[in-house]
């Protein structure tokens, strides 16, 4: 009964929980609680890992929530799981029936559990049906690899994405806040949906990823380049950015804010979010023969006010 003790150790120490029952599924809880009242309190620590073992589904592992399933030996299951089990408890099995398990639904109710991201810094603790719309939503929720070229599956904080990009995409990695950046691409009508470039740049303490890719729009092959943040979108609106390309006298600018880089290359691009240019154009801009790209784009990053 290890775990059992732990487990209402921890309820007791919350005093709205042990307020009488309120219904016959509660009574069982109360009765066990009067008899661990001599123990002593557990760590919390120790407390919340076996309340969390208890509300953990025995088929998926997943962290079950409302409606929660019994059979009639009182094992739990998730509701996800419970058609996937042909009415058989999947512990005993028992013909499972359509039991709700009211008293865990009600003891979980009553938990507060960390931020599942706490070990990336987030120091909140959750009543536990909100804790996961809160880690859908945590700030402290760790980021996809924003490199395009590939799917590419590391998440991790910016720190380590940053160092990720470097080591294993080899992307280029520049400090300041302007650049002179020059695109090479000798044949150009190969493009299709195939390039994608990207730069890193680290100014004011962050980093911005400067995408060029090479994309269909409808009929017409056209180049895009734009800016995403390496942070939360509140963060990025602080920043603008602004791209100058030309050549043969003629300039295409674009001023914009950075995208979050929450917002995947794929949305911002589909959104035009950044500097479009033609094809035509861009072979305009690159001069001599048209047989090669060579575009240079110019750009600044500047924090707003
Ligand atoms: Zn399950
Ligand atoms: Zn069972
Ligand atoms: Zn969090
Ligand atoms: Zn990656």
Not at 192 to 214: D, I, K, P, R
Not at 243 to 269: C, F, M, T, Y
Not at 272 to 288: C, K, P, V, W
Request: net charge neutral.
């Amino acid at each position: 009964m290890a775990t059992g003790n732990a487990y209402f150790d921890d309820l007791r120490s919350k005093p709205e929980v042990i307020d009488p029952p309120q219904n016959d599924e509660m009574l069982d809880i109360g009765e066990h609680v009067n008899e661990t009242s001599q123990t002593s309190v557990k760590p919390e620590a120790i407390a919340t890992s076996s309340v969390r073992e208890l509300l953990e589904c025995p088929v998926c592992l997943n962290a079950m929530y409302p409606p929660i399933h019994q059979c009639s030996n009182g094992h739990t299951l998730c509701s996800g799981c419970k058609p996937r089990v042909h009415n058989r408890c999947p512990t005993c099995r028992h013909e499972l029936g359509n039991i709700r398990c009211l008293a865990l639904e009600k003891v979980a109710a009553s938990l507060e559990l960390p931020c599942k991201y706490q070990n990336f810094g987030c120091t909140v603790i959750y009543p536990y049906y909100s804790k996961l719309k809160h880690e859908s939503q945590c700030s402290f929720r760790p980021y996809n690899c924003p490199y395009a070229g590939s799917e590419c599956s590391v998440i991790g904080d910016i720190p380590f994405l940053v160092s990720h990009l470097k080591d294993d995409h080899k992307v280029d990695m520049h400090n300041g806040s302007s650049f002179n950046h020059r695109y090479v691409k000798s044949n150009p009508h190969e493009v299709e949906n195939a390039t994608w470039m990207l730069t890193v740049f680290s100014c004011y303490g962050q980093y911005f990823c400067l995408h060029f890719e090479a994309f269909q729009l409808g009929m017409a092959p056209v180049y895009i380049a734009f800016l995403r943040f390496m942070g939360d979108d509140n963060e990025a609106k602080n920043y603008s950015y602004g791209l100058e390309v030309g050549g043969n006298g003629r300039k295409a600018i674009w001023q914009g804010v950075p995208r979050s880089i929450r917002d995947g290359h794929k949305k911002v691009r589909d959104s035009f979010d950044g500097l479009i240019i033609q094809r035509n154009m861009a072979l305009f801009f690159s001069g001599g023969d048209r047989k090669e790209l060579k575009l240079r784009v110019t750009g600044r990053i500047w924090k707003e006010q």
